[in-house]
């Protein structure tokens, strides 16, 4: 699993998933808040997984250049983002136009059922 990883389970833990994913967690929450497309997220979440990489190598000695692990780091980063993208999304939606839209899950929305009296 290390040399998949590039690194321990323990740093992949510490450095992508606590460190790295807070930081994917909040660039969903920023992306959506600000009514950003989610297509931009790829492209920071990208961004966010060469850091993540360059950190593990910097802070642990871990491969900088292992490509299994940048994509396994990329991939797990990319969940965090879009799970706080979608999440703030439909809270947004939900609040933001309460008489049109009302949450049907954490992460998605649905048009709300209008009454025949309106």
């Known amino acids: 699993m290390e040399a998949l990883l590039g690194t321990s389970i323990g740093v992949f833990i510490g450095v992508t998933v606590f460190l790295s994913g807070f930081a994917a967690f909040m660039t969903g929450q920023a992306l959506a808040a600000t009514w ?21 190598w910097a802070l642990y000695q871990g491969d900088m250049l292992s490509p299994t692990g940048y994509v396994i780091d990329t991939v797990v980063l990319l969940a965090i983002a879009l799970s706080a993208f979608y999440m703030t999304r439909a809270r947004q939606m939900a609040v933001q ?22």
Do not use: C, I, K, N
Request: charged share 30%.
């Open 36 to 56: 950003r497309p989610v297509w931009q997220l790829w492209l920071y979440v990208v961004l966010l997984g060469l850091a993540d990489r360059f950190l593990t």
């Open 97 to 118: 136009y309460p008489w049109l839209y009302e949450r049907s899950g954490p992460f998605t929305w649905r048009e709300r059922e209008h009454r025949g009296d309106d």
